[in-house]
């Protein structure tokens, strides 16, 4: 069964203080990784695909990272605009299109 | 840029009472979903049409039906609402049998008394 751990479930930081979530996922083969954003009240929006160990990709002060058991979001020097909650979702190989999804890291960024 | 349109955005329900969910997308995706989210147990599936005129089971089906009435729109229809069903619901569309991410609607937020 495939499965996707995101960690830590909350984050508190201070404005400038980078750190890092973590999602690891155990999956047969790995078609994509896929990063969302959610804000409250809102519908998950998307970030970033990752196809295959080693790949990067950036945007403002996010950058995420794939390896073939987990994928890092990193957040360099964040500002109170980047508190949301993060998710990650594993689209495995074989079978149906349909990606798993981990329960998020809720991330508050304080002033 | 509308994307996926979800209606209504808010609603309240005495149990037993039954509803519809609408959605619908703008960017000619052949495949769509409906989800479910409640604190602590992130996003669950609750039905999916890969193509027009189909439609499949997810992971929580019971006590929900789905209608896909053409390539944009895909409903959900609760019969006989209960307690246990009040959550948010989310519409997501996607490529058909592809490595595409999905795109998702604001939601649904549903409170059943």
């Known amino acids: 069964e495939d499965q996707v751990t995101q960690s830590p479930e909350a984050l508190r930081l201070q404005e400038g203080e980078s750190s890092s979530l973590n999602c690891s996922y155990t999956v047969s083969g790995l078609r994509g990784l896929f990063w969302y954003r959610q804000d409250p009240g809102k519908g998950p929006e998307f970030l970033f695909t990752l196809y295959s160990a080693g790949e990067e990709k950036e945007k403002e002060r996010l950058k995420a990272t794939l390896t073939k058991k987990e994928s890092f979001l990193h957040i360099t020097a964040p500002k109170p605009e980047d508190s949301a909650t993060y998710l990650c979702a594993v689209l495995a190989s074989g079978g149906s299109y349909i990606p798993t999804f981990g329960r998020g890291t809720s991330l508050i960024v304080h002033p | 840029n509308a994307g996926v349109t979800q209606t209504p955005k808010f609603q309240v329900l005495k149990t037993g009472q039954s509803m519809t969910l609408q959605c619908a997308q703008d960017m000619n995706h052949n495949s769509m979903y409906w989800y479910r989210q409640d604190p602590g147990m992130g996003l669950r599936l609750i039905y999916y049409s890969a193509s027009e005129g189909t439609t499949d089971k997810g992971e929580v089906p019971n006590g929900y039906n789905v209608s896909r009435l053409n390539k944009r729109e895909f409903s959900l229809r609760l019969e006989s609402a209960a307690p246990s069903q009040t959550s948010v619901y989310f519409c997501?569309?996607?490529?058909?049998?592809?490595?595409?991410?999905?795109?998702f609607g604001d939601g649904t937020r549903l409170s059943i008394l």
């Open positions: 997501a569309s996607s490529p058909t049998d592809s490595n595409q991410p999905q795109h």
